[in-house]
Each structure stands twice: as C-alpha cells, then as structure tokens.
C-alpha cells in the first residue's frame, strides 16, 4: 500500500500515533518577507494554477515557486525533491512518491537525511492529503532513524496551493494545525517552512 492509500484514521492505527489538533500551532511563526522575484511569480502563475484546476499545475506553478524560495532563504543549504520515489519500509507499506521533500543536506543530486518537511499538493480538500503526508512524516522518521541523522521532528504540509495547512510529528505525537493558511498570507507561510527547516516550530 503506498503512502497515498493511507487516510488520517489508517496511518494512525498502523503506527499508533497520538493525535493532538490545536488551532494556532504555528501562529508566533515570525512572517519571512518574500522576495520581488517570489511575488511577481505567484502575481503571474496562481491564477493560472486556479484556471487549470489540477494537482500538477499547482505543484508546478505555486508549490514549486514557495520552495525553491525557501530554498534560495537558506542560500542553497538545504535541499528538496520534487516528485521523488521514497520507499522507506515496504513491509509497513511506507512506499511511494512524496510531491515534495526538504532535507537539512545541501546534496542535490541524491537524497540525503535528514528529511524534514514532506509537502503534498492536492486538488482542492486539504483534508484529503491528511494520512498520505502523516504516512510520508512516519516514513522520514524511519529514514532518519537509518541513516544516523535522527531529528526531534518532522514537519508536513497540505496545500491547494492556494491554501496551506500544516502539521508536526514528534515520536509518536501528531499535532494539527487547525489553523489555514491563503497564500495571500505568503509572508506568513515562508516564516513558517523557515522555522520547520530551523527545527524552531
């Protein structure tokens, strides 16, 4: 079963997680003020992303452009993956293809751990990328683990593109954030993946 079959209730039986939803999570996130370059693109591209109306173009046209800001925030210190294969445990069913994947290695070329923030962009619901992106959290758990680069914990996120909600995995605790995010409020959504990637959320 590959990550995308996991629903919220699934992934938390299967891996015996504590769920803990809080509105406000990350609300004292300080905002990361995005560049000129990051806002005449999402100026130009979201409302195409809209028009199109599917995963794809919104992974490609926004998603994509918040990333590689982050990863420009961090002067290329860090890395991410689009659309990687990150079979972890194939007798636990942590199998599949992550949309998105940040790791605290600047290595480009090949994923290395620490993974930090799995990012899934979905249609329109975030709810519906719940247990995939909690499945992929579990999963760079257990990569971590392997590699010797184990990290207090890892971060998610499911966007619309248009919409972000966040989530935060330590040991066997799950939290929540009720609390959505548009990408009008880009500033916000930035400091917010900046602090995920300093390990300060």
């Known amino acids: 079963m590959p990550y995308s ?3 919220l209730v699934t992934v938390r039986k299967a891996f015996g997680l504590e769920t803990v939803r809080a509105i406000g999570l990350f609300s004292e996130i300080e905002p990361v003020e995005p560049s000129e370059a990051l806002a005449r693109a ?17 992974s490609e046209l926004i998603v994509s452009e918040v990333l590689f800001e982050l990863w420009e925030h961090f ?25 998105f994947l940040v790791s605290l290695s600047p290595e480009q070329f090949e994923l ?9 962009a979905k249609k329109d619901a975030l709810t519906v990328g719940l247990g995939q992106c909690v499945a992929e959290m579990v999963g760079a758990q257990r990569f971590n683990a392997e590699h010797g680069n184990d990290i207090p914990c890892i971060y998610g996120a499911t966007t619309s593109g248009i919409d972000w909600l966040f989530l935060k ?3 066997k ?25 300093a390990q300060k959320a």
């Open 169 to 171: 995995l330590e040991g």
């Open 75 to 99: 002067e290329q210190r860090i890395s991410f993956f689009s659309g990687i294969d990150f079979t972890v445990d194939v007798e636990a069913k942590l199998t599949g293809v992550c949309d």
């Open 42 to 58: 999402l100026t130009k591209k979201a409302p195409l992303a809209i028009a199109i109306a599917t995963e794809k173009a919104k």
């Open 112 to 120: 290395e751990a620490p993974v930090i923030v799995l990012v899934e």
């Open 5 to 7: 079959n996991f629903t």
């Open 173 to 197: 605790t799950l939290s929540i954030d009720m609390t959505v995010y548009p990408l009008a409020q880009c500033d916000k959504i930035l400091g917010i993946l900046a602090s995920m990637v």
